[in-house]
């Protein structure tokens, strides 16, 4: 028994992975900027930003909802409630740098472009950068 605890504890260790970054989130709902890590792991993503003097915030992303500091709500309404154009996957399809719902792409030198009247939406090696004019959405997280 002690052998397959210490199996899954190994494989579950393994199988999550943490990268630095530098996030900014600037929607009606959630203003932050600041320095914290990436995790992610089996069926979530989990950003947690460290504010100076101030408990850190978490950001879970999961299948079906997004967690504020384990405050659950349905992905699709939250997302829906920024704008109902925007695909549910948003903040998913920004994490792992794959294109949007709008424009063509256009490649630069180290990622891709989108954009349009509205949006704004650039993909590089270390930086992705979403940005709605008409909402005045930002998200920037920088990969350290």
């Known amino acids: 028994m002690f052998r397959i605890i210490v199996f899954v504890l190994f494989f579950i260790g393994c199988g999550i992975k943490t990268k630095p970054i530098y996030?900014?989130?600037?929607t009606p709902k959630l203003k932050i900027a600041d320095q914290g890590f990436l995790k992610e792991g089996f069926g979530y993503r989990e950003i947690v930003i460290y504010k100076a003097g101030?408990?850190?915030i978490k950001i879970t992303l999961k299948?079906?909802?997004?967690?504020l500091n384990f405050k659950c709500v349905n992905k699709k309404a939250f997302i829906k409630s920024l704008d109902k154009g925007y695909p549910y996957d948003l903040l998913d399809r920004i994490l792992e740098k794959k294109p949007l719902w709008f424009g063509?792409?256009?490649k630069i030198k180290d990622g891709f472009l989108q954009k349009d009247d509205r949006f704004f939406y650039k993909v590089t090696k270390d930086k992705v950068v979403f940005k709605d004019r008409a909402k005045k959405i930002v998200v920037?997280?920088?990969?350290?």
Do not use: D, G, Q
């Open 23 to 26: 996030v900014a989130f600037n």
């Open 54 to 56: 101030v408990e850190p």
């Open 63 to 67: 299948s079906n909802e997004i967690c």
């Open 104 to 106: 063509k792409i256009i």
């Open 140 to 144: 920037l997280i920088k990969f350290l």
